[in-house]
């Protein structure tokens, strides 16, 4: 759910600084500035990151059986999260002030304050860190592998089938020789006369009134 939402609030903000971009007026001295470099990564770099990332959570319990351990992923959402913008709000402030981008060194160009160096610095940093939060993430999928939490049936109250097969994980044809009867569609939340939000496709009408 975490980097579910810090999609959508990545992908508004990153899609925001594109405007300045739909702007000829603005777009001409912006173009080929780290201004672009930010925009675009945080278009389609971070924000599609973050949404794999957040499908490894959460199909890991039923590929693996097992969660992820929760304190490692939280540090690792919080530390991605918050270090992209820490990354990418001061490139976008660096483009602003005319860096471009792919040059390797700057040399003697007076029009750019000192301030950039400072902050080509910070980034860097940040990076490392966030680097370092990927090297978590990893050791989070091998170590929860054999030692994490043995999953429950459906961790997540899932309504459709794949949460709902006779194994954790499934076994070959995820549902044995019997295949399960579908009773209503598989996002159907907040069915009618049920005592819970979350009802199973393949629970029967009778039986909802009693989940």
Known sequence: MLFAIAFIVTFV???ITGLFLGNVAVDVPLSDTMFVVAHFHMVMGVAPALVIFGAVYHWYPLMTGRMLNETMGKFHFWVTFLGTY???FPMHYIGFV???RRYFELG???FIPDSVATLNAFITIVTLIVGFA???FLFNLIW????GKIAERNPWNATSLEWHTPEMPPGHGNFGKELPVVYRWAYDYGVPGAEKDFIPQNQPDAATKGA
Do not use: A, E, H
């Open 13 to 15: 903000n990153g899609g």
């Open 86 to 88: 820490l990354i990418y």
């Open 98 to 100: 005319g860096v471009p």
């Open 108 to 110: 003697d160009t007076t």
């Open 134 to 136: 990927q090297m978590v």
């Open 144 to 147: 929860s592998y054999t030692k």
